[in-house]
């Protein structure tokens, strides 16, 4: 496993029992989930962080359970084949309705979605990847570090980031290394892009991997990786920075296998 920049892994007194979480803000909304600020002290306030809380939508959707959960009313879960090939279910009725995408598909990955994206983001992590650090897996997503301001201003996307040459010319390379990192971990991200990369404190951070696959298990698994590295590259390529896609392909397979 890399090491870790001290700075970098959660404080242990995070999970370690004794805390207790205060809700500051709604961050951002998605189709699937939401993203909300949250604070976790210690019961004596000696300690607090602030932390990100993505909590997926409830499997079954209704205007009550929403606004008892404190969700905004938003569309359901997607059930593309493309990302579900290869995952095993615990029965073949879930595994043809998730295919098919049918109504009761849906519930089933939207039932799994929150785990899998924390089993990713740990997997990445571990894997030496610029990913905000794992807390807790909470039932319904995920608790991580908060990247942004104490004040709870968010880290921009990359795509609205405004880098300078300066910076663009640092940010290409830790792109690349993270992507070597997570496709040695024999992952893709799956649906890479400007907009679910975050620059901050002169690094680019990935996030969001609801949809992310397993090189080995997904037979789509290398097209989603070559997709991946097509969408970054043609997006630094307009910035100026040269980024021959095939070229990047072919040296991150040839670095993992």
């Known amino acids: 496993m890399p090491e870790h920049d001290p700075e970098r892994a959660a404080p242990a007194w995070l999970t370690a029992g004794g805390t207790d979480d205060e809700v500051l803000g709604l961050l951002k909304t998605g189709k699937e989930a939401e993203v909300f600020l949250v604070e976790r002290h210690t019961l004596d306030r000696s ?13 079954e959707l209704t205007k009550g359970l929403l606004q008892a959960e404190g969700f905004s009313r938003g569309t359901t879960f997607t059930a593309d084949a493309e990302y579900q090939a290869g995952r095993g279910f615990r029965h073949s009725r879930d595994a043809r309705a998730v295919k ?33 650090y794992p807390v807790e897996f909470t039932g319904d997503g995920t608790l991580m570090e908060f990247l942004g301001t ?26 690349m290394a993270d992507l070597a990192a997570l496709t040695r971990a024999g992952l893709a991200h799956a649906d890479l892009s400007p907009y679910n990369l ?23 698994g290398l097209d989603l990786l070559h997709r991946d590295v097509v969408t970054v590259c043609r997006w630094f390529s307009r910035q100026g920075v040269p980024c021959d896609a095939e070229e990047v392909f072919a040296s991150l397979l040839a670095d993992a296998w």
């Not at 089933?108 to 030496?128: F, K, M, N, Q, S």
């Not at 880290?155 to 290409?172: F, H, I, K, M, N």
């Not at 620059?199 to 997904?218: E, K, S, T």
């Open 47 to 59: 300690r607090a962080a602030t932390l990100a809380h993505k909590r997926y939508r409830p499997a």
């Open 100 to 132: 098919r995408r049918s109504a009761h598909g849906r519930r089933v990955v939207a039932a799994r979605w929150p785990r899998d994206e924390w089993d990713t983001l740990v997997r990445a992590y571990e894997a030496g990847v610029t990913v905000p």
């Open 150 to 175: 104490p004040s709870g201003v968010a880290a921009p996307r990359l795509v609205s980031a405004q880098l300078t040459g300066d910076e663009l010319a640092e940010a290409y390379p830790q792109v």
């Open 198 to 220: 975050l620059w901050w404190r002169g690094r680019v951070w990935m996030i969001d991997f609801p949809q992310a696959v397993d090189l080995v298990v997904n037979p789509n």
